[in-house]
């Protein structure tokens, strides 16, 4: 029993040695390869058969994910003598094998145009029955930096503080950047602080010997840029004599545009005025009177008159006080003084001859009512 055990043993160990010298893989390059985004980069599978090895052969690129649940998605495949390049989408039209003829020997593979997203564990798998082969490569595709930006942070001026920063907006990380000055010493001023990560150097109570030219490296694994800086100190400016200047400066405006309202309110007042004084000449001329009503009313007064000779002495007292009462006053305010009086004549053949009333209204006269008399003096 123990025999045949043994005899069993050594046939399993006979098998797996022929197994293990059949189908090798014989690639000796890096296990992991860094490469710049827009290169090229070569994955080496070389393998050898053996005359063990009688089946087809299958070669299969496949790229790992980063989850282990997740499923490993096939790059590139040859199988039945015939290469499948187009296989995975992402890489479609940028991998394919090295070889016209894998099946020689070289199951190496090339990736064109490489971007950050290629970035991934590939795994070269070779099988012909009984032979199975399989290689891993660790592929870092990084992009290299982009031109930095440098820039001055604080007021350059002697005894401030200054902060120079240099910043790439792309680039993979982990990124350094470094600083020299390329002008007179070309060493970096005692007082500057380097922040290697950040970029930046600080200068405090900078004087005007740390100008000049500064150079700035932005750099990661696989390549650099840089950026060129003039930093130029200079004395600070007299902030009295300009604090002084724009005070005079407002204080001119103020005035100026006090003066301006001040002449556009005399104006206003003055323009006010002028408009008041010609209202009020208006209100005092009176309005001329009309001839028509004038000569109406000379004829109504002349009429009453002409009527007063056929009144009796008895009615003339009331006659008076109602009559003459009711004549307008407008009609004799014209003085008496501008109409010439006849002088009385002692001619007792000729006698003055006596003037209607309504010629005596229009010569100025006052009409007066005298009674009739007779010859003692009695009134008739």
């Known amino acids: 029993m123990d025999l045949r055990i ?204 740390v100008s000049g030219s500064y150079l700035c490296t932005a750099e990661n694994r696989v390549g650099a840029e840089q950026c060129v800086l003039e930093l130029k100190i200079t004395t600070p400016p007299n902030t009295a004599g300009v604090i002084a200047g724009s005070v005079i400066g407002v204080l001119l405006f103020l005035l100026l545009l006090a003066l301006l309202l001040f002449c556009c309110c005399r104006a206003r007042q003055r323009k006010k005025y002028e408009k008041e004084i010609s209202y009020e000449i208006r209100e005092d001329v009176p309005a001329p009177k009309s001839r028509i009503s004038t000569a109406r009313s000379f004829t109504s007064v002349g009429s009453q008159r002409s009527s007063l000779g056929s009144m009796s002495p008895s009615n003339l007292h009331e006659y008076t006080k109602s009559q003459y009462n009711k004549i307008p006053s407008e009609e004799y305010e014209a003085p008496p003084s501008h109409v010439p009086v006849p002088p009385p004549s002692h001619n007792p053949v000729n006698p003055p001859s006596r003037v209607a009333g309504p010629n005596l209204s229009r010569m100025g006269a006052v009409p007066v009512m005298t009674p009739a008399q007779n010859r003692d003096g009695s009134i008739v």
Request: with cysteine; aromatic share 6%; proline share 6%.
């Open 6 to 209: 043994s005899r069993l043993f050594s046939v399993c160990v006979i098998f797996l040695t022929g197994s293990a010298r059949g189908l090798q893989i014989s690639s000796s390059g890096p296990a992991s390869l860094e490469k710049a985004s827009g290169e090229t980069v070569s994955l080496d599978c070389a393998f050898t058969l053996s005359a063990q090895d009688s089946g087809p052969l299958d070669i299969e690129w496949s790229i790992q994910p980063s989850d282990n649940q997740k499923e490993e998605k096939v790059v590139i495949l040859y199988s039945g003598d015939r290469a499948y390049e187009d296989y995975y989408p992402p890489l479609k039209g940028r991998v394919h094998f090295n070889s016209p003829d894998p099946k020689n020997g070289d199951a190496s593979i090339t990736i064109m145009g490489l971007i950050a997203s290629d970035t991934g564990t590939y795994q070269c798998k070779v099988k012909k029955v009984p032979g199975i082969g399989s290689k891993k490569v660790l592929l870092t595709v990084m992009v290299r930096p982009s031109k930095p930006r440098c820039s001055i942070e604080g007021s350059p001026y002697v005894g401030n503080e200054v902060v120079l920063r240099c910043k790439s907006t792309d680039g993979t990380s982990p990124m350094q950047y470094t600083w020299e000055k390329t002008s007179d010493s070309k060493l970096l001023p005692a007082n500057a602080v380097l922040d290697v990560a950040a970029g930046t150097v600080k200068i405090r109570n900078a004087t005007m010997a």
